[in-house]
Protein backbone atom coordinates (compact mmCIF):
# COMPACT_ATOMS: atom_id res chain seq x y z
CA UNK A 1 0.00 0.00 0.00
CA UNK A 2 1.31 3.27 -0.87
CA UNK A 3 1.47 6.61 1.50
CA UNK A 4 -1.96 8.51 -0.62
CA UNK A 5 -3.51 5.25 -0.76
CA UNK A 6 -6.62 5.06 0.95
CA UNK A 7 -6.96 2.74 4.00
CA UNK A 8 -7.47 -0.65 2.86
CA UNK A 9 -11.47 -0.36 5.06
CA UNK A 10 -12.24 2.98 4.74
CA UNK A 11 -14.76 3.71 2.23
CA UNK A 12 -13.72 4.87 -1.63
CA UNK A 13 -15.62 7.12 -4.20
CA UNK A 14 -18.10 5.28 -6.06
CA UNK A 15 -18.54 3.63 -8.50
CA UNK A 16 -15.24 2.29 -9.52
CA UNK A 17 -15.34 2.51 -13.33
CA UNK A 18 -13.89 5.57 -15.15
CA UNK A 19 -15.31 8.88 -14.99
CA UNK A 20 -16.96 10.86 -12.19
CA UNK A 21 -17.63 9.33 -8.40
CA UNK A 22 -19.30 10.25 -5.35
CA UNK A 23 -17.35 10.09 -1.97
CA UNK A 24 -18.71 9.05 1.00
CA UNK A 25 -20.48 11.71 3.54
CA UNK A 26 -18.33 10.82 6.29
CA UNK A 27 -14.70 9.21 6.38
CA UNK A 28 -15.42 5.91 7.60
CA UNK A 29 -19.04 5.97 5.27
CA UNK A 30 -20.92 5.80 8.14
CA UNK A 31 -22.74 8.05 10.71
CA UNK A 32 -25.48 8.28 13.42
CA UNK A 33 -28.48 9.01 11.78
CA UNK A 34 -31.42 10.17 13.20
CA UNK A 35 -34.92 9.09 11.21
CA UNK A 36 -37.09 11.78 11.79
CA UNK A 37 -40.33 10.89 9.10
CA UNK A 38 -40.36 8.82 5.71
CA UNK A 39 -40.50 11.54 2.33
CA UNK A 40 -42.51 11.47 -0.82
CA UNK A 41 -45.35 9.52 -2.35
CA UNK A 42 -43.64 5.79 -1.37
CA UNK A 43 -45.87 4.01 -3.70
CA UNK A 44 -44.90 5.55 -6.40
CA UNK A 45 -41.20 4.88 -5.33
CA UNK A 46 -39.40 2.15 -6.93
CA UNK A 47 -35.72 2.66 -6.49
CA UNK A 48 -35.35 3.85 -3.04
CA UNK A 49 -36.62 5.11 -0.09
CA UNK A 50 -36.18 8.75 1.02
CA UNK A 51 -35.92 10.01 4.82
CA UNK A 52 -35.72 13.24 6.62
CA UNK A 53 -33.30 12.83 8.53
CA UNK A 54 -30.65 14.79 11.14
CA UNK A 55 -26.69 13.41 11.46
CA UNK A 56 -24.71 13.39 14.76
CA UNK A 57 -27.00 15.15 16.74
CA UNK A 58 -26.70 18.19 14.72
CA UNK A 59 -29.27 20.74 14.18
CA UNK A 60 -29.71 20.60 10.46
CA UNK A 61 -31.91 18.41 8.34
CA UNK A 62 -31.22 16.35 5.12
CA UNK A 63 -32.83 14.13 2.85
CA UNK A 64 -31.35 10.73 2.69
CA UNK A 65 -32.31 8.88 -0.40
CA UNK A 66 -31.70 5.03 0.81
CA UNK A 67 -31.83 2.66 -2.50
CA UNK A 68 -33.06 -0.54 -3.56
CA UNK A 69 -30.69 -3.28 -4.69
CA UNK A 70 -31.27 -4.69 -8.36
CA UNK A 71 -30.57 -7.97 -10.11
CA UNK A 72 -27.99 -7.65 -12.77
CA UNK A 73 -30.65 -9.51 -14.92
CA UNK A 74 -33.09 -6.76 -14.10
CA UNK A 75 -30.73 -3.85 -14.87
CA UNK A 76 -30.12 -5.38 -18.20
CA UNK A 77 -33.29 -6.31 -19.12
CA UNK A 78 -35.18 -3.14 -17.75
CA UNK A 79 -32.54 -0.09 -17.86
CA UNK A 80 -30.02 -1.09 -20.45
CA UNK A 81 -32.06 -2.75 -22.97
CA UNK A 82 -32.02 -0.04 -25.51
CA UNK A 83 -27.86 -0.74 -25.89
CA UNK A 84 -27.08 -3.08 -28.82
CA UNK A 85 -24.34 -5.28 -26.91
CA UNK A 86 -24.29 -6.58 -23.59
CA UNK A 87 -21.50 -4.95 -21.16
CA UNK A 88 -18.83 -8.25 -20.71
CA UNK A 89 -19.51 -8.34 -16.81
CA UNK A 90 -22.39 -8.61 -14.20
CA UNK A 91 -21.26 -5.82 -11.89
CA UNK A 92 -20.73 -3.30 -15.18
CA UNK A 93 -24.29 -3.04 -15.37
CA UNK A 94 -25.03 -2.14 -11.25
CA UNK A 95 -21.99 0.30 -12.29
CA UNK A 96 -23.51 2.63 -14.89
CA UNK A 97 -27.38 1.31 -14.59
CA UNK A 98 -28.44 0.99 -10.64
CA UNK A 99 -29.98 3.96 -9.68
CA UNK A 100 -27.52 4.34 -7.00
CA UNK A 101 -24.42 4.33 -9.13
CA UNK A 102 -26.32 6.76 -11.37
CA UNK A 103 -26.40 9.33 -9.13
CA UNK A 104 -23.16 8.79 -7.78
CA UNK A 105 -22.09 9.78 -11.09
CA UNK A 106 -24.05 12.48 -11.93
CA UNK A 107 -23.46 13.73 -8.90
CA UNK A 108 -19.79 13.31 -9.01
CA UNK A 109 -19.92 15.48 -12.39
CA UNK A 110 -21.74 18.30 -11.01
CA UNK A 111 -18.73 18.45 -7.87
CA UNK A 112 -16.12 17.79 -10.67
CA UNK A 113 -17.57 21.11 -12.84
CA UNK A 114 -18.09 23.23 -9.46
CA UNK A 115 -21.93 23.03 -10.95
CA UNK A 116 -23.91 22.01 -7.86
CA UNK A 117 -26.09 25.13 -8.55
CA UNK A 118 -28.05 22.31 -11.21
CA UNK A 119 -30.10 20.02 -9.18
CA UNK A 120 -30.63 19.65 -5.29
CA UNK A 121 -27.13 19.61 -3.58
CA UNK A 122 -25.86 16.14 -2.81
CA UNK A 123 -22.94 16.09 0.01
CA UNK A 124 -21.79 11.99 -0.38
CA UNK A 125 -23.23 8.65 0.03
CA UNK A 126 -23.59 6.53 3.30
CA UNK A 127 -23.50 3.10 4.12
CA UNK A 128 -26.44 1.90 6.70
CA UNK A 129 -25.63 -0.15 9.59
CA UNK A 130 -27.85 -3.54 10.18
CA UNK A 131 -29.61 -1.49 13.31
CA UNK A 132 -30.39 1.27 10.76
CA UNK A 133 -31.80 -1.10 8.04
CA UNK A 134 -33.71 -2.67 10.47
CA UNK A 135 -35.24 0.53 12.10
CA UNK A 136 -36.11 2.38 8.35
CA UNK A 137 -37.75 -1.30 7.36
CA UNK A 138 -39.79 -1.38 10.43
CA UNK A 139 -40.82 2.60 9.92
CA UNK A 140 -41.20 3.16 6.53
CA UNK A 141 -43.97 2.37 4.73
CA UNK A 142 -44.67 -1.13 3.85
CA UNK A 143 -46.34 -0.12 0.39
CA UNK A 144 -44.04 -1.29 -2.95
CA UNK A 145 -42.07 -3.56 -0.39
CA UNK A 146 -41.80 -7.19 -0.39
CA UNK A 147 -41.99 -8.46 3.10
CA UNK A 148 -39.60 -11.18 2.79
CA UNK A 149 -36.92 -9.04 0.62
CA UNK A 150 -37.53 -5.53 1.34
CA UNK A 151 -34.53 -4.28 -0.44
CA UNK A 152 -34.50 -6.85 -3.30
CA UNK A 153 -31.13 -8.16 -2.26
CA UNK A 154 -29.48 -11.15 -4.57
CA UNK A 155 -26.73 -13.65 -3.86
CA UNK A 156 -24.35 -10.73 -5.30
CA UNK A 157 -25.27 -8.32 -2.48
CA UNK A 158 -26.25 -9.95 0.43
CA UNK A 159 -23.87 -9.12 2.72
CA UNK A 160 -23.66 -5.48 1.05
CA UNK A 161 -25.36 -2.59 3.33
CA UNK A 162 -28.10 -0.67 2.40
CA UNK A 163 -26.32 2.88 0.36
CA UNK A 164 -27.72 5.64 0.27
CA UNK A 165 -27.14 9.29 -0.75
CA UNK A 166 -26.96 12.38 1.62
CA UNK A 167 -29.29 15.23 -0.32
CA UNK A 168 -30.13 19.08 0.61
CA UNK A 169 -33.84 19.08 2.22
CA UNK A 170 -36.18 20.20 -0.56
CA UNK A 171 -39.16 20.02 2.50
CA UNK A 172 -42.56 21.86 1.80
CA UNK A 173 -41.40 22.81 -1.97
CA UNK A 174 -44.03 23.18 -4.72
CA UNK A 175 -42.55 21.47 -7.82
CA UNK A 176 -42.38 24.24 -9.58
CA UNK A 177 -43.42 27.69 -10.34
CA UNK A 178 -43.88 28.92 -13.73
CA UNK A 179 -41.07 31.61 -13.27
CA UNK A 180 -38.96 28.89 -12.56
CA UNK A 181 -39.95 26.77 -16.01
CA UNK A 182 -37.27 29.34 -18.10
CA UNK A 183 -34.69 28.36 -15.57
CA UNK A 184 -35.17 24.18 -15.97
CA UNK A 185 -34.86 24.46 -19.66
CA UNK A 186 -31.14 26.53 -19.15
CA UNK A 187 -30.23 23.48 -16.12
CA UNK A 188 -31.19 20.94 -18.17
CA UNK A 189 -29.17 22.24 -21.21
CA UNK A 190 -26.53 22.69 -18.73
CA UNK A 191 -26.51 19.53 -17.72
CA UNK A 192 -26.15 18.16 -20.94
CA UNK A 193 -23.50 20.49 -21.23
CA UNK A 194 -21.85 18.49 -18.63
CA UNK A 195 -22.13 14.59 -20.26
CA UNK A 196 -25.21 14.25 -18.13
CA UNK A 197 -28.74 12.71 -19.34
CA UNK A 198 -31.25 12.91 -17.07
CA UNK A 199 -33.38 10.31 -18.93
CA UNK A 200 -36.59 10.97 -16.21
CA UNK A 201 -37.63 14.19 -16.85
CA UNK A 202 -40.99 14.62 -15.66
CA UNK A 203 -42.71 16.70 -12.66
CA UNK A 204 -42.43 14.38 -9.48
CA UNK A 205 -38.51 14.67 -10.20
CA UNK A 206 -38.46 18.12 -9.54
CA UNK A 207 -38.64 20.00 -6.14
CA UNK A 208 -38.48 24.15 -5.84
CA UNK A 209 -37.71 24.39 -9.12
CA UNK A 210 -34.77 22.12 -9.26
CA UNK A 211 -33.99 18.11 -10.35
CA UNK A 212 -33.94 16.20 -7.51
CA UNK A 213 -33.35 12.55 -9.05
CA UNK A 214 -30.67 11.57 -10.67
CA UNK A 215 -31.21 7.37 -10.74
CA UNK A 216 -31.71 6.98 -14.66
CA UNK A 217 -29.06 9.58 -15.60
CA UNK A 218 -26.74 8.34 -17.98
CA UNK A 219 -23.16 10.31 -17.41
CA UNK A 220 -20.52 10.29 -19.73
CA UNK A 221 -18.88 8.38 -20.32
CA UNK A 222 -20.91 6.07 -20.47
CA UNK A 223 -22.00 2.61 -22.55
CA UNK A 224 -24.70 4.50 -24.29
CA UNK A 225 -22.39 6.50 -26.51
CA UNK A 226 -20.87 3.82 -27.93
CA UNK A 227 -23.43 0.64 -28.17
CA UNK A 228 -26.52 2.11 -29.06
CA UNK A 229 -28.12 2.49 -32.77
CA UNK A 230 -28.81 5.92 -34.37
CA UNK A 231 -32.33 5.80 -34.11
CA UNK A 232 -32.65 5.19 -30.86
CA UNK A 233 -30.27 8.08 -29.76
CA UNK A 234 -32.15 10.15 -31.87
CA UNK A 235 -35.13 9.37 -29.85
CA UNK A 236 -33.18 9.56 -26.74
CA UNK A 237 -31.80 12.76 -26.93
CA UNK A 238 -35.49 14.21 -28.19
CA UNK A 239 -36.84 12.84 -25.40
CA UNK A 240 -35.05 15.06 -23.05
CA UNK A 241 -36.51 18.74 -24.45
CA UNK A 242 -39.71 17.07 -25.02
CA UNK A 243 -40.36 15.96 -21.44
CA UNK A 244 -39.48 19.20 -20.44
CA UNK A 245 -41.99 20.83 -22.50
CA UNK A 246 -44.70 17.99 -21.07
CA UNK A 247 -43.32 18.35 -17.96
CA UNK A 248 -44.27 22.46 -17.97
CA UNK A 249 -47.46 21.87 -19.85
CA UNK A 250 -48.81 19.17 -17.48
CA UNK A 251 -47.90 21.00 -14.43
CA UNK A 252 -49.31 24.05 -15.46
CA UNK A 253 -52.22 22.83 -16.56
CA UNK A 254 -53.03 21.31 -13.32
CA UNK A 255 -52.50 24.94 -11.44
CA UNK A 256 -54.29 27.03 -13.45
CA UNK A 257 -51.65 29.10 -15.17
CA UNK A 258 -52.23 32.34 -17.44
CA UNK A 259 -50.13 30.63 -20.29
CA UNK A 260 -50.23 34.44 -21.43
CA UNK A 261 -47.46 34.82 -18.53
CA UNK A 262 -45.88 31.60 -19.10
CA UNK A 263 -42.27 31.98 -20.75
CA UNK A 264 -41.37 28.38 -22.42
CA UNK A 265 -38.00 29.74 -23.61
CA UNK A 266 -38.27 29.31 -28.04
CA UNK A 267 -35.10 27.30 -28.00
CA UNK A 268 -37.21 24.42 -25.76
CA UNK A 269 -40.00 24.17 -28.29
CA UNK A 270 -37.69 24.13 -31.62
CA UNK A 271 -35.43 21.11 -29.26
CA UNK A 272 -39.00 19.11 -28.11
CA UNK A 273 -40.49 19.80 -31.86
CA UNK A 274 -36.68 18.10 -33.21
CA UNK A 275 -36.06 21.40 -35.09
CA UNK A 276 -33.15 23.83 -33.40
CA UNK A 277 -30.20 24.84 -35.01
CA UNK A 278 -28.39 22.81 -32.29
CA UNK A 279 -28.11 19.26 -33.26
CA UNK A 280 -31.68 19.35 -33.85
CA UNK A 281 -32.87 18.57 -30.04
CA UNK A 282 -29.90 21.21 -28.20
CA UNK A 283 -26.55 20.01 -26.76
CA UNK A 284 -25.37 16.33 -27.32
CA UNK A 285 -23.79 15.22 -23.90
CA UNK A 286 -22.02 12.35 -25.66
CA UNK A 287 -19.75 15.03 -26.64
CA UNK A 288 -18.58 15.78 -23.27
CA UNK A 289 -14.59 16.41 -22.65
CA UNK A 290 -14.58 13.48 -19.82
CA UNK A 291 -10.96 12.57 -20.43
CA UNK A 292 -9.88 15.98 -19.63
CA UNK A 293 -10.80 14.56 -16.24
CA UNK A 294 -8.91 10.96 -16.13
CA UNK A 295 -5.28 10.86 -14.58
CA UNK A 296 -4.78 7.78 -16.67
CA UNK A 297 -6.33 8.23 -19.55
CA UNK A 298 -4.76 5.43 -21.34
CA UNK A 299 -6.01 2.78 -18.58
CA UNK A 300 -9.77 4.78 -18.77
CA UNK A 301 -9.77 4.06 -22.56
CA UNK A 302 -8.57 0.70 -22.55
CA UNK A 303 -11.05 0.22 -19.69
CA UNK A 304 -13.63 0.94 -22.02
CA UNK A 305 -12.60 -1.31 -24.72
CA UNK A 306 -13.35 -4.72 -22.75
CA UNK A 307 -16.76 -3.02 -21.08
CA UNK A 308 -18.66 -4.02 -24.05
CA UNK A 309 -19.19 -8.20 -25.48
CA UNK A 310 -18.66 -9.15 -28.64
CA UNK A 311 -21.77 -8.62 -30.70
CA UNK A 312 -24.01 -12.03 -29.88
CA UNK A 313 -21.91 -12.59 -27.20
CA UNK A 314 -24.77 -12.74 -24.03
CA UNK A 315 -23.75 -12.98 -20.29
CA UNK A 316 -26.22 -14.90 -18.57
N1 LIG B 1 -33.92 16.37 -1.40
C1 LIG B 1 -35.20 16.13 -1.10
N2 LIG B 1 -35.89 16.94 -0.28
C2 LIG B 1 -37.19 16.67 0.02
N3 LIG B 1 -37.88 15.63 -0.48
C3 LIG B 1 -37.25 14.79 -1.31
C4 LIG B 1 -35.87 15.00 -1.67
N4 LIG B 1 -35.50 14.04 -2.52
C5 LIG B 1 -36.59 13.25 -2.69
N5 LIG B 1 -37.63 13.70 -1.97
C6 LIG B 1 -38.99 13.11 -1.93
O1 LIG B 1 -38.90 11.71 -2.19
C7 LIG B 1 -39.56 11.38 -3.43
C8 LIG B 1 -38.78 10.31 -4.17
O2 LIG B 1 -37.48 10.82 -4.48
P1 LIG B 1 -36.72 10.42 -5.80
O3 LIG B 1 -37.51 10.86 -6.97
O4 LIG B 1 -35.33 10.90 -5.69
O5 LIG B 1 -36.73 8.84 -5.63
P2 LIG B 1 -37.08 7.67 -6.64
O6 LIG B 1 -36.93 6.39 -5.91
O7 LIG B 1 -36.32 7.86 -7.87
O8 LIG B 1 -38.58 7.88 -6.87
P3 LIG B 1 -39.42 7.72 -8.19
O9 LIG B 1 -39.23 6.32 -8.65
O10 LIG B 1 -40.81 8.04 -7.70
O11 LIG B 1 -38.88 8.76 -9.14
C9 LIG B 1 -39.66 12.70 -4.18
O12 LIG B 1 -40.75 12.71 -5.06
C10 LIG B 1 -39.84 13.70 -3.05
O13 LIG B 1 -41.18 13.73 -2.60
MG1 LIG C 1 -38.00 10.24 -8.71
Redesign the pocket.
Known amino acids: MGPFDPHPNLPIPLPQVPGPKLPPFTLTGHAAIQFVEE???ES?????R?WKIRIHGKERYF?L?VFKFNSFEYLRDDFASELNRDLATPQLYTDYFD?FSCECRAYGRLKQENREDLA?RAHGYLLLDSGQEAEITQRGSQCELDEDNPWCRDEHNRNIPLRAIV?????GYDHFTQSQAPNMWEDLENLHRLGILVH?VRV??Y?GGKL??F?RAWTTPHPWCRAMCSALVKDTRHSEPERLHNTIIEWGMANGWDWSEVVIPDELRKCASGISQNNRYGTDPRSYDWRKWEKDLAAAEAFQQMELLPVGVRLE
Open positions: LGDSSADSVAKPIKDLADDPNLIDS
